[in-house]
């Protein structure tokens, strides 16, 4: 079972199809109904060597910034307490202005400022500690567009830091030399493969980006929407056209990744090997909750008797009757980790993320 499940994992690397498994399992497939459908998500501008960059913010380890974000989004971020427990090394900052010249930013000042992009894939992760910038009383404040024109500024004793406890998801879509694949089949339907991509439109005019968004079970076998941001390690990201951020994969020994089940095999179905979908532990609202996923995959030992699975429950209730094999997925011996926001495809984007008037940041 074990040499099966890495051919598995090497033809869902490598895109290729599994006919032999396909004939198994004919006549038995579910379709979820919406299994992929369009969702629009503000963007946002930041900066980087004083070049834009923009983003998505969809999950907030702090209250405060996830009702903040939302009201001036107009779009839900979600409210992910575990991110607290991840990996300093799996994190990298962004810089907040609390004061300052008026702008685009969170608190309603200049644009945020990153240290990198998946350009620099070694040191990128979309998972940033929220770093503090304020300028000194008495100090002539001006747009700083780079982290080293902040450190400067810093060194030179015109700014202060402060070094929060808040981590947000904040995933790039394009910067500077590049960006999120945009998919070429942009027709999407119950039976739409992962594909080349998972974004549909970039549009800076209106901030928005367009991207897929899966459906799958969460707790309780409830329906889930997800959307793929990035994973790790490459050939899994390049597979799925989603950004190749390393770090994250460190992310796999804290509580900051939660499980989510993948098929190998079985039913045939929307998943992402091409069998039903796949079952998370959590979903928005529980304590739980993470948009980061270490992926297992679920192996019926005899696939013409797969049964549809609904819950983790459901996964194990097999598994002690010896029916399936749940083992965490190592492609290319690797650890998978996926950044794959849970989110509500339906909802629409109802106010301009461009702020005119300052927010409050006494409570910051």
């Not at 380890?61 to 971020?77: F, P």
């Not at 700014?159 to 694949?181: D, K, Y």
């Not at 089949?185 to 991207?211: A, C, H, R, W």
């Not at 993948?262 to 959590?282: D, L, T, V, W, Y």
């Amino acid at each position: 079972m074990k040499t099966l499940n890495r051919i598995l994992l090497l033809a869902l690397v490598l895109g290729f199809a599994v006919p032999a498994l396909a004939a198994e399992t004919a006549g038995q497939t579910l379709r979820l109904s919406r299994a992929n459908v369009p969702v629009d998500i503000p963007l946002h501008q930041g900066f980087f060597d004083a070049k834009p960059v923009y983003y998505i913010i969809t999950d907030s380890s702090d209250e405060k910034y996830a009702a903040l974000i939302t009201k001036q989004q107009g779009w839900r971020v979600e409210l992910a307490r575990v991110l607290s427990h991840i990996r300093k090394e799996s994190l990298v900052p962004v810089y907040l202005f609390m004061n300052g010249s008026k702008g685009g930013g969170i608190h309603g000042f200049q644009d945020e400022v990153f240290p990198n992009t998946p350009a620099q894939a070694d040191r990128y992760s979309a998972v940033r500690s929220v770093v503090h910038v304020t300028w000194k009383e008495g100090s002539q404040s001006q747009v700083l567009c780079s982290e080293a024109a902040i450190l400067s500024a810093k060194a030179e004793g015109r700014v202060e830091f402060e070094e929060t406890h808040a981590i947000l998801n904040m995933p790039q879509i394009r910067w500077p030399g590049g960006e999120m694949p945009i998919r070429k089949g942009k027709t999407l339907s119950d039976e739409s493969p992962y594909g080349d991509g998972q974004v549909l439109d970039i549009d800076t005019k209106n901030m928005k980006v367009t991207f897929v968004a899966h459906r799958g079970w969460g707790p309780e076998g409830k329906t889930i929407y997800y959307i793929v941001t990035d994973a790790a390690p490459s050939e899994p990201a390049k597979m799925m056209g989603v950004v190749f951020a390393p770090t994250v994969a460190k992310t796999i020994e804290s509580a900051a990744a939660q499980d989510l089940f993948q098929f190998a095999n079985g039913i045939k179905g929307s998943g992402p090997m091409g069998f039903q979908a796949g079952i998370a532990i959590a979903a928005p609202g529980d304590s739980t909750y993470s948009p980061l996923w270490k992926i297992s995959m679920v192996e019926w030992r005899d696939p013409s008797k797969a049964t549809l699975l609904e819950t983790r429950s459901d996964i194990a209730d097999m598994q002690s009757r010896k029916a399936v094999t749940v083992n965490a997925a190592r492609p290319m011996d690797s650890d998978h980790v996926v950044n794959c926001p849970f989110i509500n495809p339906f909802q629409t984007i109802s106010v301009s993320k461009k702020l005119t008037t300052s927010a409050q940041a006494a409570d910051f």
